[in-house]
C-alpha cells in the first residue's frame, strides 16, 4: 500500500472508531513502523483533520455536538488520593474529563489532553502517573489547575460541580 493510500485508509480508520486507537495498534494494521504512524499524523494535521492525541491514543472527536455541554472548572489538591477521588466524582456524575490545564509561572499555559471518560481511565491514568514516578500537572502550581469537563447537559455539569464543592477541590 502506498503512503497516500495509508493515510487515506488512517483517516477512515479514525473517523469511524468509537474509541482512541494506539499508535501502536495502528502501526500493526498497516504493517509500518509506530514513528511512520506518528508522522501520518502530523500530516492529516496540517492538512486540518482534528485528531487529538490521548495515553489512550488517537481519535476524530465526535461532529455531532449540540447535544454536548462544555464548561471548565477550577480545582487544587495536594495528594494522589485527592486528584483519583476528584476524577472519580466527575466520571461517576455523568463527566468526561478532556484536559487539564495550569498556569505556570515561566511558561504559561500549558494544557494536557487526558480524556478520562470512565471509572477504568481514571485509575488507569492513576496508575500511569505512579508507575512513571511522574507528579500531576497541578504539582507545578501548588495543587491549582482547571480541567474541561463534558457532560450530556448543563444539569448534570452542575451536578458535578456541587459534588466537587462539598469535597472542598473546587476554587470559586
Do not use: C, W
Not at 47 to 70: C, H, M, S, V
Not at 75 to 98: A, P
Not at 155 to 172: A, D, M, Q, R, S
Amino acid at each position: 500500500m502506498d503512503t497516500h493510500m495509508r493515510r487515506e485508509r488512517l483517516e477512515m480508520l479514525l473517523k469511524e472508531s468509537n474509541e482512541p486507537i494506539t499508535g501502536s495498534r495502528l502501526a500493526s494494521i498497516f504493517d509500518v513502523s509506530r514513528q511512520i504512524i506518528v508522522g501520518d499524523i502530523a500530516i492529516l494535521r496540517a492538512r486540518g483533520l482534528n485528531i487529538i492525541a490521548t495515553p489512550q491514543g488517537y481519535f476524530i472527536p465526535e461532529k455531532n455536538e449540540e447535544d454536548i455541554f462544555r464548561d471548565i472548572i477550577v480545582s487544587r489538591h495536594f495528594t494522589f488520593d485527592e486528584l483519583e477521588d476528584e476524577l472519580l466524582t466527575i466520571v461517576d456524575n455523568g463527566g468526561k474529563i478532556l484536559d487539564v490545564i495550569v498556569d505556570h509561572s515561566v511558561y504559561g499555559e500549558l494544557r494536557a489532553v487526558i480524556n478520562i471518560s470512565s471509572r477504568k481511565d481514571a485509575e488507569e491514568f492513576i496508575e500511569r502517573l505512579k508507575g512513571n514516578k511522574a507528579l500531576p500537572m497541578s504539582s507545578l502550581t501548588n495543587g491549582i489547575h482547571l480541567h474541561t469537563i463534558e457532560t450530556k447537559d448543563e444539569n448534570t455539569f452542575n451536578g458535578i460541580v456541587e459534588k466537587l464543592k462539598t469535597k472542598g477541590y473546587l476554587l470559586v
